[in-house]
């Protein structure tokens, strides 16, 4: 059930070997598609819409799920969710800020995690530093969590996934 988070830069994206790389990488791995979620930056999204609205339906095809990171952030946030078919949505970390204390925050956090579960989208609140805060997200709905208040970071991964393995 382990699933990896990829974030990709724009270069690679815009990469019209990218999808077939991908599906390439799959088979040889013997990889199911659903143990890897892509992350793309709202940003870039907002940008090259068409291009990443292709390799969405590409990696849909290979059951790979995606992301939409930094969400929040832009002008067009919400526009830009029903034009691209993604799985998940990243709130922006900027958010996360004194959330438990800024009415603003919360309101901007309760209205995406509203709009996602209209549209049937995951969500994931990153840079979660404390509890309170956590306690905001979880009244809201929030799906997922990540942030230093869970575990902070390390340059290694070192989590024992023997335990995966059934």
Not at 64 to 83: V, W
Request: a negative charge; charged letters at 20%.
């Amino acid at each position: 059930h382990t699933r990896f988070f990829i974030k990709l830069a724009a270069d690679t994206l815009l990469d019209s070997s990218l999808s077939n790389f991908v599906m390439q990488c799959l088979q040889e791995a013997k990889l199911p598609g659903n143990a890897i979620v892509f992350e793309i930056s709202e940003r870039i999204a907002a940008t090259h819409l068409k291009q990443i609205k292709h390799f969405i339906t590409m990696m849909q095809q290979c059951h790979c799920s995606t992301l939409l990171d930094h969400f929040g952030k832009g002008a067009n946030s919400f526009q830009i969710l029903k034009h691209i078919p993604i799985d998940f949505i990243k709130i922006d970390g900027s958010f996360m800020h004194n959330l438990a204390s800024n009415k603003e925050n919360q309101a901007m956090v309760k209205s995406i995690l509203e709009t996602a579960r209209s549209m049937d989208k995951q969500c994931i609140a990153a840079f979660v530093q404390d509890a309170h805060s956590l306690a905001v997200l979880w009244q809201n709905g929030i799906n997922y969590i990540q942030g230093n208040f869970l575990s902070e970071a390390t340059d290694t991964l070192d989590y024992d996934f023997t335990s995966e393995i059934a």
